[in-house]
């Protein structure tokens, strides 16, 4: 398997959640000796928000490994030669109509797969793998379907990546050195600490005014610059915040971060209490982290999303005590609907506490155990290239 050539096509759709996903993979492939990476993407602008190593006017470049390209509708068909042994469009992305044509009259066609979204549907297992004939040149494609079962396409994770997770956080000293890069004291006796990461959600003021009527704890909020910009300008004593200024109301307080890479979203999620997260990445990040969370999916026309949440829901807590579930649905539901009661869900979640923090673990144990993505992608290549 090593030394296979791969092309992996990448559309930044929503700045970060497709890249941040493809250049994992990317490393993925090529740190496991699974495959050598040429990732084309069109936008190295958001890119390079997430990877400080990346030159963005650069067209093409290698990095940790992989080969980034940049991806224009305007290249012609001797700009992507050679072409590789499998190639990967990344979310259903549509490759370049140039770039299909090559792969339709060259002498050795590609395995081409098409990498789907993530989802906990049971009817993924079915339709992962599937081939599907080009309507118009001798291709086949076929679609692989990341989930959480044998079946399924799998998870994304790095190799090291428990181990990395269980010793920084066995490194006192360096998670306070963690801390202090944020230009936050480590937390103290009675504090709780929170990400929240999420898309523009109307539910957010009243969790926020919530959290500042906590009674004996007190709540730190962490807001990655530019998230609930409009949210925040309606909660009095929040106008105001702004990097390296937070913003203390009751026994809130809420600190706006920088932008992080992706190795530093990873360990901010292993050092909060709770972790809110949005789209496809940060949510499996969080899985990986064993740290409870709150995930909001992206928003669909006719509230098909929400199907999508209850699937994983059922999924995540079908052991569970059915008191404990109860809470863990609605806290996500009202998230998620933006339900203006959501005040009442948290408390109700957060006082259940004792029961469902060792679930929480004990899933993120058994995701582990299983075999990760890349490897899956790399034999499921492999096997079509027989």
């Known amino acids: 398997m090593p030394g296979r050539t791969w092309d992996l096509f990448c559309r930044v759709v929503d700045n970060f959640g497709d890249i941040g996903f493809c250049w994992r993979l990317a490393k993925g492939l090529t740190a496991g000796e699974l495959a050598r990476v040429r990732l084309w993407l069109d936008d190295l602008q958001s890119f390079a928000r997430i990877e400080p190593g990346l030159v ?16 224009k509708d305007t290249l012609d068909e001797a700009q992507f030669m050679p072409l590789p042994e499998v190639v990967v469009q990344g979310f259903g992305c549509a490759l370049p109509a140039a770039y299909l044509l090559a792969m339709a009259k060259g002498p050795a066609r590609p395995v081409w797969i098409d990498l789907e979204y993530l989802s906990a549907e049971p009817w993924i297992d079915a339709f992962h793998g599937r081939p599907s004939p080009h309507p118009v040149y001798p291709l086949v494609k076929h679609f692989f379907f990341p989930g959480f079962t044998a079946e399924s396409g799998g998870l994304l994770r790095e190799r090291d990546l428990k181990s990395r997770r269980d010793t920084f956080r066995q490194d006192g000293a360096g998670v306070r050195s963690w801390w202090g890069a944020l230009g936050l004291a480590p937390p103290v006796r009675g504090e709780r600490r929170l990400s929240l990461f999420c898309y523009p ?21 962490l807001i ?18 702004a990097m390296g200024r937070p913003a203390t109301i009751g026994t809130l307080r809420l600190v ?13 999620l292993w050092s909060c209490d709770v972790n809110f ?28 999303h929400l199907t999508k949440l209850e699937a994983f829901l059922d999924r995540y807590t079908t052991e569970w005590p059915q008191c404990l579930t109860a809470e863990w ?27 469902w923090e060792p679930l929480v673990s004990r899933w993120s144990e058994a ?8 490897w899956r992608l790399a034999q499921f290549a492999r096997d079509l290239l027989k």
């Open 329 to 355: 649905r609605s806290l996500w539901l009202d998230w998620n609907s933006s339900d203006l009661a959501i005040g009442r869900s948290w408390q109700q979640w957060w006082q259940g506490r004792p029961g």
């Open 224 to 241: 990655p610059e530019g998230i609930l910009r409009a949210e925040l300008a309606d909660f009095p004593g929040a106008a105001d915040l």
């Open 277 to 304: 997260v949005r789209g496809e990445d940060s949510f499996v990040r969080a899985q990986w982290a064993g740290r409870p969370f709150i995930w909001q999916i992206y928003p669909q026309e006719g509230a098909v």
């Open 56 to 71: 963005p006017r650069l067209n093409e470049q290698m990095l940790q490994g992989v080969e980034i390209r940049r991806w």
């Open 367 to 374: 995701l582990f155990e299983q075999s990760d993505l890349a």
């Open 201 to 221: 959600n109307r539910a957010a003021l009243p969790l926020l005014k919530t959290l500042a009527q906590a009674g004996e704890e007190t709540w730190t909020v």
């Open 256 to 268: 706006m971060l920088p932008f992080l890479s992706q190795d530093d979203y990873d360990r901010l």
